[in-house]
């Protein structure tokens, strides 16, 4: 492993340990922070220490600290090392772990059932793996409104955070390039995570959760009306900038919005895109703001006027 994968691994342990502090937490935080690189590998490895249903440490007595001085964090160093074989060893959930793969294409939104208790609903380039238990699942990419009726837990792993949901229970979880979101649409669901301590958070119902990329969280109370209604092939934008309205209509086109005027990528927009109208947001953009589309190599060029 390189160090990257072995420090990941250590604050895996750290954070799992017994006597993880306030302090080890500020520290986690800042090591996330010092490269875009440890990021995403602290959560590969979390993933799969998920997916291995985490490991129970071994009991190390820790010799007399005159004769081993050095030897005060064998506990963690133990742990950090299983972790570290974890990684190695545990194939990926495509493989192994893997009950089934469920997938969407560009623009398409898919309905399918979990389990008899569990529904899910795909929205646009999703990639949802669940494990053999049908219990558990992980989301790759995309996002999933993921409902549940049933007596039995249900545990989503998103992007290094486990999503846990039972009973009348309902969650709105997408993954963004910055951050992945929770939202509580239906009852509270319980989410953990490295940044949210070891006790982890409820998220109550109307709540979004964003967890962002270098280890910072926040809770707001988005528009429900808004946030769902890509459930029903429609993008509800109110007062947006154009690049982010760009931004999420690429997200359903096969053929890309490039806005190469970026004075205008501050403008404001509002309305509602019907995913299966195809160009009509290209044909009324120029009646809101001064600007030309103009076709470019298997894409739309926007550019000011």
């Known amino acids: 492993m390189d160090v990257t994968k072995t420090r990941a691994a250590e604050w895996i342990a750290r954070l799992h340990a017994e006597d993880c502090t306030e302090l080890d937490h500020d520290r986690f935080r800042d090591w996330l922070a010092s490269d875009p690189r440890n990021g995403p590998v602290f959560e590969h490895l979390t993933e799969l220490w998920e997916l291995a249903g985490g490991v129970t440490s071994p009991s190390v007595t820790a010799p007399h600290q005159t004769v081993y ?4 964090f064998s506990r963690r160093h133990a742990l950090a090392g299983l972790v570290a074989t974890i990684f190695l060893a545990v194939p990926p959930w495509e493989g192994a772990h893997a009950s089934r793969i469920e997938e969407t294409g560009t623009g398409s939104i898919r309905d399918i059932r979990i389990t008899p208790h569990t529904h899910c609903r795909l929205d646009t380039q999703t990639r949802l793996v669940v494990g053999h238990s ?6 790759c990419h995309g996002q999933v409104m993921l409902s549940t009726s049933g007596p039995d837990a249900f545990h989503l792993s998103a992007d290094g955070m486990t999503v846990q949901l039972h009973g009348q229970t309902a969650a709105d979880i997408r993954i963004n390039s910055g951050d992945t979101e929770v939202t509580a649409v239906r009852g509270k669901v319980f989410l953990s995570a490295a940044a949210l301590r070891a ?5 109550m119902p109307g709540q979004r959760l964003r967890m962002y990329r270098n280890g910072g969280w926040n809770i707001d ?9 890509w459930q029903g092939g429609e993008l509800v934008f109110r007062n947006r900038p154009l690049a982010d309205v760009i931004q999420e209509i690429n997200r359903y086109a096969s053929r890309q919005i ?3 005027a970026p004075r205008l990528a501050s403008q404001r927009l509002s309305g509602v895109y019907h995913v299966r109208q195809g160009d009509a947001f290209l044909q009324m953009l120029p009646r809101l703001l001064p600007l030309r589309i103009r076709p470019a190599h298997n894409a739309y060029e926007i550019v000011a006027l």
């Open 199 to 203: 006790a982890g958070r409820w998220v």
């Open 134 to 139: 049908r219990q558990q699942a992980r989301l």
């Open 221 to 229: 109370y988005p528009d429900l009306e808004t946030l769902l209604s």
């Open 69 to 72: 001085p050095r030897r005060n």
């Open 258 to 260: 490039v806005l190469s």
